[in-house]
């Protein structure tokens, strides 16, 4: 009839003792606070048991939910073939999810199956579970590489399908935390390791749904976390309801973050849509940056809002500085939506008679045209911040010394091929990098000799 109970638990394969070999008694915190996990969901009984995954099949751009009537699965790329799984898929839940995803034009489906073997994300929570409960059948969902919104979004609809069907539900959100706690871990030491690990605990100590926004994608990224997304997921499948939350475990002593939480809805609370109240942050956010903005960045969201709600090009308006008019320019058109990409298109020289219609011509293309995006739709509109970068006139250089990331953008050519990049970008940090992602851009092989020029921007925000 609703979701019963949700459990944020990690998954490293070791923690089975046939894995392991004696090595998961370092962890027997975090086996001691499992096995709790397992009695608890044998106490509720559920029918279902709806398991997240950051190891199952993922896609950038949609939702994966795993077909058919059931799968098996056994941990024999972690050198124990016998201890294996047959678990059969609640298909009419499944295919509710599926329904509402479809209605709202959202993306998540069946479709793109690679491997139907059950992955170790999901195998380690049932491997606790099945050893006290042995009933219920299993839901498995992917990750994707969409935004934080969109996973709780897709929580929510989980939740829609649970209580339309009627089920009695159990939410398993599996995921590790942070890879990067320690020098002598697999994955070495960040700063952001610990930091991720003392934020997401005391996220989930209080239940405090809201603040998983707030944790940014290059953070994450830093931080190499796992679970992230999946814990997002589970929380927009409790929106909406007063939850019970206790925090049974935390270790780090692998170089890798095991949390593990539960939270159990406690009747429903109107002041816990976070989503509703997140978005409603962002447009207000949006609306005072704009009072800030100026003509340039004005004209490129007039000129996207007039395509995609009315399919128009609008004119040229009259009131724009001189400069605009008189002026051809080289122009980029970039598109965020939550932190995070949702378009960027440029001309590397200038197609029209004035920066004022390359803005409203590369807005458009940038919005609608993006080949790496589907083109933005209208209900996203009031989430969009927009930039307009004005490249100043190219000049040749013949050195990458005579390049800096953070004021020269760099155009790579090799014959008829060119890769531009704009300066002072996230994530690009080094001249190399920059030069890298330019020559992929512009199809250009790492050992073949290329010609260096770089350009300076007037970034409109």
């Known amino acids: 009839m609703a979701i019963q109970a949700a459990f944020m638990v990690p998954h490293p394969p070791m923690i089975v003792p046939t894995i392991g070999r004696g090595g998961e008694n370092i962890v027997q915190e975090t086996i001691d606070a499992y096995d709790r996990v397992a009695e608890e969901v044998a106490r509720l009984k559920p029918e279902t048991i709806i398991i997240t995954s950051p190891h199952s099949i993922m896609y950038s751009d949609y939702f994966h ?8 699965g056994d941990f ?19 295919e509710t999810i599926c329904h509402i995803a479809d209605k709202e034009d959202f993306s998540a489906g069946t479709l793109g199956e690679r491997d139907p073997l059950l992955d170790h994300g999901t195998m380690v929570p049932l491997w606790f579970i099945r050893k006290k409960y042995t009933q219920g059948k299993i839901i498995r969902i992917g990750l994707s590489g969409l935004g934080l919104v969109e996973h709780y979004r897709f929580g929510q609809m989980i939740q829609q399908a649970v209580e339309e069907t009627g089920r009695d539900v159990v939410f398993v959100a599996s995921g590790d935390l942070s890879h990067k706690l320690q020098e002598h871990g697999p994955y070495g030491f960040a700063p952001e390791g610990p930091v991720y690990d003392e934020k997401i605990m005391d996220v989930a100590k209080r239940a405090a749904f809201e603040e998983m926004f707030d944790f940014r994608d290059d953070f994450c990224e830093k931080a190499a976390e796992c679970g992230h997304r999946s814990f997002v997921i589970m929380a927009g499948a409790l929106d909406g309801k007063a939850i019970k939350s206790k925090v049974y475990s935390h270790q780090d002593v692998t170089g890798v973050g095991y949390g593990i939480a ?51 090009v609008i004119d040229v308006p009259e009131h724009l500085p001189e400069e605009m008019l008189t002026k051809r320019a080289e122009a980029f058109v970039s598109i965020h939506k939550n932190g995070r990409l949702r378009g960027c298109i440029g001309t590397i020289l200038p197609t029209t008679d004035c920066v004022a219609k390359e803005i409203i011509q590369n807005a458009i293309s940038a919005s609608t045209r993006d080949p790496r995006f589907n083109p933005i739709s209208p209900e996203e509109l009031p989430y969009l911040e927009i930039n307009v970068d004005v490249l100043g006139d190219p000049e040749d250089i013949d050195s990458p010394d005579e390049l800096d990331v953070k004021r020269y953008g760099v155009i790579v050519s090799s014959g008829s091929r060119r890769g531009l990049l704009l300066p002072d970008l996230d994530g690009v940090d080094t001249v190399e ?29």
């Open 433 to 461: 990098q920059q030069i890298s992602i330019a020559m992929q851009k512009g199809g250009i092989g790492p050992n073949e000799k290329v010609k260096l020029q770089r350009f300076e921007v007037v970034r409109h925000v």
């Open 76 to 94: 024999s790329k972690f050198g124990a073939p016998e201890v294996s799984f047959e678990e059969a898929y609640d298909e009419e839940l499944r």
């Open 262 to 312: 539960s939270f159990y809805p406690q009747g429903d609370d109107n002041n816990r849509h976070f989503m509703n109240s997140y978005m409603e942050k962002i447009r207000k956010e949006l609306a005072e940056s704009l009072t800030k903005s100026d003509d340039y960045v004005h004209l490129a969201r007039a000129s996207l809002e007039g395509y995609i709600l009315n399919h128009d």
């Open 65 to 72: 939910l795993s077909p058919g009537a059931g799968a098996r």
